[in-house]
C-alpha cells in the first residue's frame, strides 16, 4: 500500500480562473446569412435596374442610329438626283444654244440669198414684206430661245444648292423651264421649215 507521500499527484487541469468560455454556437450565423442575403437582393435589384436602363439607352439609340441613317439615304438620293438634274439641264442648254446660234445664222443668210434673187420693184415689195414676216418670227424664235436659255441657266444655278430649295418647287421649275424650251424648239423648226420652203 501507498503511504499518503507517494501517491501519485494528479496533473492540475485547467483553473477556473483561466479558462475560455465555452462558445455559443448558432446565434451569429443566421444574422450574418440574413446581412448577406440583403445585400445579394440588393445588388440583383441594382443590377436589373442598370441593366434595364442600359437596354432602353441601346433601344433609343438604335432608333436614332435609323433615323439618321434614313436621313443620310434621303439626302444622298436628293444629291444624285439634283446632280443627274443639272447634268440635263446643260446638256439642254448646250442644245438650246446651238439652236439659238444656227436660227440667227440660217436667218441672216436666207435674207442675203432672198436680197439677191430681188432684181424688181414688185419682188423687192414681196421681199420686204417676206423679210418683215421671217424676222418678226425670227425675232419670236429668238426671244423663246433666250428665255429658254436663260431658264436652264438660273435652272443649273438652283441645282448647284439644291439642298437650299424645296425638291417640290425644283421640280416644278425644271417642268417649266421643259415647257419654255419645247415651245422655243418647236418654233425654231417651224421657221426653219418656213425659211426652207422660201
Same mark, same amino acid.
Given at each position: ?10 496533473? !492540475? ?5 483561466? %479558462? @475560455? ?18 445585400? +445579394? ?18 433601344? @433609343? /439609340? ?5 433615323? /439618321? ?7 444622298? @438620293?436628293?444629291?444624285?438626283?439634283? @446632280?443627274?438634274?443639272?447634268?440635263? !439641264?446643260?446638256?439642254?442648254? &448646250? =442644245? =438650246? =444654244?446651238?439652236? +439659238? ?21 414688185? *419682188?423687192?415689195?414681196?421681199?420686204? !414684206? ?7 418670227? &425670227? ?17 443649273? %444655278?438652283?441645282? #448647284? ?7 417640290? #418647287? ?8 421643259? *415647257? ?5 424648239? #418647236? ?8 425659211? #426652207? !420652203?422660201?
Amino acid at each position: 500500500m501507498l503511504s499518503p507521500e507517494e501517491l501519485p499527484v494528479a496533473e !492540475a487541469g485547467p483553473s477556473a480562473d483561466t %479558462a @475560455e468560455p465555452p462558445r455559443r454556437r448558432g446565434r451569429a450565423a443566421p444574422a450574418v446569412i440574413a446581412l448577406l442575403a440583403l445585400l +445579394l437582393v440588393a445588388a440583383v435589384v441594382v443590377g436589373a435596374v442598370l441593366v434595364t436602363r442600359l437596354q432602353d439607352r441601346n433601344d @433609343e /439609340w438604335q432608333a436614332s442610329s435609323t433615323r /439618321w441613317q434614313a436621313l443620310a439615304t434621303a439626302a444622298g @438620293e436628293q444629291a444624285a438626283s439634283a @446632280e443627274a438634274a443639272r447634268a440635263q !439641264a446643260e446638256a439642254d442648254l &448646250a =442644245t =438650246t =444654244t446651238q439652236q +439659238l446660234a444656227t436660227a440667227k445664222k440660217r436667218i441672216t443668210e436666207l435674207a442675203d440669198e432672198k436680197a439677191e434673187l430681188a432684181d424688181s420693184d414688185a *419682188s423687192r415689195q414681196q421681199l420686204v !414684206a417676206y423679210q418683215s414676216r421671217v424676222s418678226k418670227a &425670227a425675232g419670236d424664235v429668238a426671244a423663246a430661245l433666250t428665255k429658254c436659255v436663260d431658264g436652264q441657266q438660273q435652272l443649273i %444655278a438652283y441645282l #448647284d444648292d439644291a439642298s437650299s430649295y424645296d425638291p417640290d #418647287d425644283l421640280a416644278r421649275y425644271r417642268s417649266d423651264v421643259s *415647257s419654255v424650251c419645247g415651245a422655243a424648239t #418647236d418654233a425654231n423648226a417651224a421657221l426653219q421649215r418656213a425659211l #426652207d !420652203a422660201g
